[in-house]
């Protein structure tokens, strides 16, 4: 490797780019009204649509549990030798973006590696924190302050360690059902329009989303010994005329107990890294409660970024740009993401823009 590749890859930074999300009842609705920004959705409705917030005193989980991957990727950085400092930004709450880039900027930094909190391809997954990136570098500018340099890390829904994270912890539930239930392995990752998925990677490979969740399912399963599983969806918002990737899991779940007999399952939540609220509201709370109902016993998988092998996976990924390192993938779906300053994957990539053509031209 020569001093210029050197050069170009070494990092001042990490910065650990999420969603946001509340950390009080005061500040739900002003956290929704972010996330739904120019929809013109009233007041009132965003406090319905808040109840599982509120539910949990105003609390979501997902801010706190970045800070225990920053946490555990600070250290397993300094393990192996790094000296990289770790800022963290939300798009939609605070700690925002711009605050976070602020302050890099005013300690000196120029150029930093971009931690997404997804593992996924896809608009909402992967294309909109590259959006997030050009609006950062479009604030610096505003404010008159030094450009900072960002590298997207690509996605890692195949890498080994995220996978055998994953298939550990299906091994250790699988170990909860008591014996002579009749159990079913479901896969489940947050839904999306389907249109949105249809349009979701480059040209000639779209889809990227659904097929890297199945894919990662698929190689999950296998670690696991797990051979019949299903894959379902959840989370889903929005009209209910809008076609999303289904099957819903509360609705599958509901199925296979009447048509098979399925008394038990054990969920792995595989399209989160964290159990933020998609996972103790929509799992933990709204599927319990309806399979106890239907007398279903329920096994939650845990997630895979509070453990040692996520924070690992990340030194990893930086260190595949830093001393370009060959890619680690245990998949045959396409893997991109690793971006410069928000450029896109690939050409046509995730253009849910597209979509918007036609009804603007019919109006």
């Keep these: 490797m020569t001093d210029a590749q050197q050069h170009a890859r070494s990092f001042d930074a990490l910065l650990v780019l999420s969603f946001g999300g509340p950390e009080g009842n005061e500040e739900v609705v002003p956290f929704l009204e972010n996330v739904t920004r120019g929809r013109g959705i009233p007041r009132e409705r965003l406090e319905v649509v808040g109840e599982h917030y509120f539910h949990f005193g105003g609390v979501s989980p997902l801010n706190q549990l970045n800070r225990e991957i920053i946490d555990h990727v600070e250290t397993k950085l300094k393990k192996r030798g790094h000296n990289l400092p770790i800022y963290f930004g939300n798009r939609n709450w605070h700690p925002?973006?711009?605050?976070?880039?602020?302050?890099?900027?005013?300690?000196?930094?120029?150029?930093?590696?971009?931690?997404?909190?997804?593992?996924?391809?896809?608009?909402?997954?992967?294309?909109?924190?590259?959006?997030?990136?050009?609006?950062?570098?479009?604030?610096?500018?505003?404010?008159?302050?030094?450009?900072?340099?960002?590298?997207?890390?690509?996605?890692?829904?195949d890498h080994p360690k995220f996978i055998g994270e994953m298939a550990q912890a299906v091994k250790d539930a699988y170990a909860k059902i008591p014996e002579g239930t009749q159990?079913?392995?479901?896969?489940?990752?947050?839904?999306?329009?389907?249109?949105?998925?249809?349009?979701?990677?480059?040209?000639?490979?779209?889809?990227?989303?659904?097929?890297?969740?199945?894919?990662?399912?698929?190689?999950?399963?296998?670690?696991?010994?797990?051979?019949?599983?299903?894959?379902?969806?959840?989370?889903?918002?929005?009209?209910?005329?809008?076609?999303?990737l289904e099957p819903d899991i509360v609705d599958h779940t509901a199925e296979i107990h009447e048509?098979?007999?399925?008394?038990?399952?054990?969920?792995?939540?595989?399209?989160?890294?964290?159990?933020?609220?998609?996972?103790?509201?929509?799992?933990?709370?709204?599927?319990?409660?309806?399979?106890?109902?239907?007398?279903?016993?329920?096994?939650?998988?845990?997630t895979a970024g509070p453990t040692d092998a996520f924070s690992s996976m990340v030194v990893d990924l930086i260190e595949e740009l830093e001393q370009e390192k060959p890619w680690e993938s245990l998949g045959d779906v396409t893997v991109q993401g690793c971006t410069v300053n928000g450029a896109p994957c690939a050409e046509g990539c995730c253009d849910i823009w597209s979509l918007r053509k036609p009804a603007a031209a019919a109006k």
């Design 183 to 244: 159990a079913r392995m479901l896969f489940t990752a947050h839904s999306v329009p389907t249109a949105h998925d249809n349009v979701g990677g480059g040209e000639g490979d779209k889809n990227i989303y659904s097929r890297q969740v199945a894919e990662a399912s698929r190689l999950v399963a296998e670690a696991a010994g797990i051979t019949d599983y299903d894959l379902v969806w959840q989370s889903r918002s929005g009209s209910p005329k809008t076609p999303w």
């Design 259 to 302: 048509k098979n007999g399925v008394d038990a399952v054990v969920v792995c939540p595989i399209g989160f890294i964290s159990d933020h609220m998609e996972v103790v509201w929509d799992l933990d709370t709204e599927l319990q409660q309806a399979a106890d109902e239907m007398g279903v016993i329920v096994e939650r998988t845990r």
């Design 96 to 157: 925002f973006g711009t605050e976070a880039v602020e302050q890099m900027a005013a300690d000196g930094v120029r150029n930093v590696a971009v931690l997404a909190t997804s593992a996924w391809g896809g608009y909402s997954a992967c294309r909109q924190y590259d959006e997030d990136i050009v609006k950062l570098r479009a604030h610096l500018e505003e404010k008159g302050l030094p450009q900072i340099e960002f590298t997207k890390i690509r996605q890692f829904f």
